[in-house]
């Protein structure tokens, strides 16, 4: 398990994180001795943390004016949106290089257990969050991740179509919400995060 930290300039916090990667061994048969403690990961996000990454400077009258609905205001805990249209995956081996990841699954078939070429974890991200902005077209930025799981391998080629709910709302202009990506086999991705919504 690796937490990672990164700061501005002046020392303060821009990013925090913990990933669990999943690092291939020579021998299928082989022990690291490692246990990760995966109960040192917060299971909910600190509403101060939420909080202090708000642009305070941003104005987003001027996107609430020129963006159709739903805003913030109309946004309703328990709403669903079914994007309508799916994202076929390509490009993959590309993003995985321009991202500098440095996993041969993503670019070699012959190093995946399958022979398919696995894509990058980010680009099934990607497309989810382009989605979130089909349904909600008010999305400022998204400012947290409350939680990302990976539930199924996705392949260049594949078909995404993601289902959008609103877990929750504040007065702040925040939004939970949480992205359930599907290929055509099934789930893939079950995304949880806090966006910024005019």
């Known amino acids: 398990m690796l937490r990672i930290e990164t700061v501005d300039a002046a020392g303060a916090p821009v990013l925090g994180f913990w990933r669990c990667p999943m690092v291939p061994l020579r021998h299928p048969d082989a022990q690291t001795g490692h246990a990760d403690d995966l109960d040192a990961i917060p299971q909910a996000l600190e509403a101060a943390a939420v ?37 076929t995956v390509t490009g993959a081996p590309e993003l995985a290089r321009a991202t500098l990841n440095l996993a041969m699954v993503h670019t070699d078939a012959t190093a995946a257990a399958d022979g398919r070429r696995l894509v990058f974890g980010g680009h099934t991200i990607s497309i ?19 939680s990302c799981e990976h539930l199924a391998p996705v392949h260049e080629g594949d078909v995404l179509r993601t289902g959008l709910t609103v877990d929750a709302t504040a007065d702040d202009g925040t939004a939970r919400l949480r992205a359930l990506v ?17």
Do not use: C, Q, Y
């Open 51 to 87: 909080a202090a990454a708000i642009p305070r400077d941003w104005d987003l009258g001027p996107l609430r004016a020129v963006t159709p609905g739903p805003h913030r205001a109309d946004l309703e805990p328990g709403t669903t949106f079914a994007i309508e249209g799916g994202e």
């Open 182 to 198: 599907s290929a055509d086999r099934g789930p893939v991705l079950d995304w949880r995060f806090v966006a910024l919504v005019a």
């Open 128 to 146: 989810a969050a382009a989605h979130a902005t089909r349904a909600i077209p008010a999305l400022a930025t998204i400012l947290a991740w409350e």
